[in-house]
Structure formats: structure tokens, C-alpha cells
């Protein structure tokens, strides 16, 4: 490992041409490198830029003129880019195997961290596939920030993973929780009442998780197992809500992989010892989900037609979403004994001119297949979809459309019906 100012860091002396760089999601992101990078692009042989979902200002249109962008994720600020983007659809549960066998290219890892007092550094903030992408690329550059917390399990990295440290920063992205809209908060009632007591939850980021988590003020005793977590946690912790005492593994402990909040998020996760950080073949995986207690993911789409099939990647023809950790969570949510999937939105856009309930998606794509929904949320009801026929899914989802568009979707069916018809 060799120790070296930012200043000293040149790039153009590390990477070899078309090599790919790719960085930790959302607070994992290494700013002052990524910053760094952006400004030596004049002296680079096109590398590419592979990312998840980001909440900088790194990524921008104009850098196409000197990188190459893929993109596993469309949301954030990674929606800047996207429409120059090589997109890669893939789970994240199956981004560890990718990228350790190599079908994922990793050349340089960007990465930030910070020493343990018992040797050996911490990642802070993430872990989900980041040590399997410094596992695997030929080079691993880390920035020093002490500002992150101290965080074991899976977000440990060892000094001999470390090609070049690299000295200065102590920025974090901030991601703090969305405040919800009216309508977001009837949607988040009706699901806070589907969750029993002692059950399971997984909570990701956004407003929809912030809004389900002021309805369970009166729930007790819950868990939480998630993709990442955001301030909401410290909230219901505090509150004695999540106590994680009935989850059937890692009990007493919320297991997310990533700390996507503010400070106090991160105050609380190095503070209480109540988090642990693990990677993604673990948060993910069906194998986790069966062994938890009436685990209820909770998740959202852009669309979904009438027999339950949903689009959570493209809308007005660009790519805004992700696949991610959806299609996990909502089999997770299936295969945990009292578990359930819940997907919910609301019926609208917020302009209210287009339905999000649609008779067909056309040639968007099918992010959620029709036989893995099982329970459905907008603010005008609850749909449960397992088990149910073509005919029953629509008139089910057709019950919690919003009226205004009620109509032409009753419409649509019926043309759709007359055209499959046998003569």
C-alpha cells in the first residue's frame, strides 16, 4: 500500500485505456476522488464509469465528451446520465457473484475509509457489493475520512486490499429523508396497517419508507432487515418501536447494507451497536428471507397494468428507476412465513393526469413479473393479488385506481378482451 496526498494522485499514471472505475452508491461515494477524477478526464484514454444509484454532483452530461457511463441504476442524480448510459439490469442480490466471477468488469474501485482501532479499516456507510468490487478490481484506491463511523461485519476492508491510500477528506453525502405528500401519507397509513406486531420490515429510502414510519407509532416490537436504512430508523428505535426481538435471525440487531441517511443515522449506527452492516449476497438472498419472521418488504413502482405485471425502470421514455433490490425484496416478502410483499404508490402522477395503474405497460419493461405481486396499496385501497386470476387481478386493481381513470381502464379491458376472443 502506498501513502499519498490527494494532489500527488494522477490517474492518468494508474488506469490503462478503457479500463472501467466504479465507486461505492449513494454516501459511499469518495467525493474528493470522484472530484479528482473529473478533473484529470483531459488527460485520460476514455475509461468507463460504472455506478449505482448517486446523490452528487459528479455525474454530468457534458463528461460523455471524455467517459463512457453504465449505469446499474437510474435514480438520483444518476438520472443526469442515464440517457448516455450502457444500462445493466441485474439484482443486486446477484451482484457479488457478478462481479467476483468477473461478468461485472471492475478495473479501479474508487472507495473511502476509515482506520479501526484494532487494525484494518471500515467502508463506514456501505457494504452491500463493495467488497466484492475491491475484491475484484486490479486496483484500489481509498480516500481517508475520519468523519465516517466506525462500522464492522462486512464493511471491513483489510489494509492489504489497499493499493493507494490516499490523504484528505471528511465529507459525507447527506441523504435525508423526503418529506412525504398528502397522498403519499394516505398510501403509507394503508400499509402501516397491513404490518402486524413482531413482524419483520424492510424500510428502504425515499418518502414512502419516511411516511409508512409515522403510521407505526403504535406497532410493537418490530424488525427491521433492509437494503439500506435511513434517519426513520433512529426514530423508531428511539420511539421503541423496532426492538428487533422477534425476527429469527440476527436478532437484536437491524441488518441493512447501507447507512443512507444524515449524521444522526450515522451517530446512532456507531453509538448504539444496534446495526450491522452486511453485504448483499446476505441482505438479499432468499435463503435470509425464509428464515426471518413475517417479513413485509415494502416497495414501489412507476406503473403496473391490470394483471399486476409493474415497471419500476423507465417513465416519459427515460430510464428514472432501477431493478436493484426490488425483485428481491418482493420474493422475500412471499417466501418468509406470514410474510408478505407489499408494492405501493400512488395512484396517480402527482399531476394527476396519468394513471399509474395501466391497462399495459407496451413496451416498457416488466421489472416485477405478474406471478411474483402479491399485495398492492394506493391510497384508494388494498389489492391482494396472489393467487388470483387474470380476471380477478383487474377488477381488484381497477377497485384502487384512481376513479378519474377508472373509466377508460374498464374501457381498455374490454377492447383488450374482444381482441382475444375466439370468433
Known amino acids: 500500500m502506498k501513502q499519498i496526498s490527494l494532489t500527488q494522485l494522477r490517474f492518468s499514471e494508474i488506469l490503462a485505456p478503457g479500463d472501467v472505475i466504479a465507486w461505492p452508491q449513494g454516501p459511499g461515494e ?18 468507463v464509469l460504472q455506478f449505482g444509484l448517486t446523490q452528487s454532483s459528479t455525474l454530468r452530461p457534458e463528461l460523455a465528451e471524455h467517459f463512457d457511463f453504465r449505469a446499474l441504476n437510474g435514480a438520483g442524480t444518476s438520472r443526469r446520465v442515464t440517457a448516455l448510459a450502457d444500462i445493466i439490469p441485474c439484482q443486486i442480490s446477484t451482484m457479488p457473484a457478478l462481479l467476483r466471477s468477473g461478468q461485472l468488469r471492475v478495473d479501479v474501485a474508487l472507495i ?47 489494509e492489504s486490499d489497499i ?44 418518502t414512502l419508507p419516511a411516511a409508512v414510519a409515522k403510521y407505526l407509532i403504535h406497532h410493537q416490537a418490530l424488525g427491521v432487515h433492509s437494503g439500506v436504512v ?35 443515522l450515522r451517530d446512532f449506527a456507531q453509538q448504539s451497536k444496534l446495526v450491522e452492516l452486511c ?22 413502482v412507476i406503473e403496473m397494468d391490470l394483471s399486476g405485471q409493474a415497471n419500476a425502470e423507465i417513465a416519459g421514455g427515460r430510464y428514472l428507476g432501477a431493478i436493484g433490490g426490488l425483485v428481491d425484496f418482493v420474493r422475500a416478502g412471499t417466501v418468509s412465513p406470514g410474510g408478505h410483499s ?4 400512488p395512484s396517480t402522477t402527482p399531476d394527476g393526469k396519468n394513471s ?39 377488477k381488484r386493481l381497477l377497485a384502487i385506481s384512481h376513479p378519474d381513470h377508472q373509466e377508460s381502464l374498464e374501457r381498455s379491458l374490454r377492447t383488450s378482451a374482444k381482441a382475444t376472443s375466439p370468433d
Request: hydrophobic share 45%.
Open 30 to 47: 469518495p467525493l474528493a476522488l470522484t472530484e479528482r477524477l473529473v478533473e484529470q478526464r483531459a488527460e485520460l484514454n476514455r475509461p
Open 112 to 158: 473511502q475509509v476509515r482506520p479501526l482501532p484494532n487494525g484494518g479499516y471500515t467502508t463506514g456507510v456501505i457494504a452491500d457489493f463493495t467488497q466484492a468490487m475491491i475484491e475484484r478490481a486490479r486496483v484500489v484506491i481509498a480516500l481517508l475520512n475520519p468523519s465516517l463511523p466506525l462500522m464492522g461485519g462486512d464493511a471491513c476492508v483489510d
Open 163 to 206: 493499493d493507494w491510500l490516499v490523504d484528505g477528506d471528511t465529507r459525507i453525502i447527506d441523504m435525508p429523508d423526503p418529506a412525504p405528500s398528502a397522498v403519499e401519507l394516505e398510501v403509507a397509513a394503508r400499509v402501516a396497517a397491513l404490518i402486524p406486531d413482531r413482524a419483520t420490515i424492510q424500510l428502504g429510502i425515499g
Open 230 to 264: 435511513s434517519d426513520v430508523l433512529v426514530d423508531l428505535v428511539e420511539q421503541g418501536i423496532v426492538t428487533n426481538a422477534y425476527k429469527g435471525i440476527d436478532v437484536g440487531r437491524t441488518v441493512s447494507g447501507g447507512l443512507f441517511g444524515t449524521q444522526r
Open 279 to 300: 453485504n448483499a449476497g446476505y441482505t438479499h438472498q432468499i435463503s435470509t428471507a425464509q428464515s426471518l419472521s413475517a417479513f413485509h418488504s415494502i416497495n414501489s
Open 342 to 345: 407489499i408494492l405501493a404508490f
Open 356 to 394: 399509474r395503474i395501466v391497462a399495459s405497460l407496451g413496451d416498457r419493461p416488466v421489472t416485477v413479473p405478474r406471478v411474483e405481486v402479491d399485495v398492492i396499496v394506493t391510497e384508494h385501497g388494498v389489492a391482494h393479488l396472489r393467487g388470483c386470476s387474470l380476471a380477478e387481478r383487474a
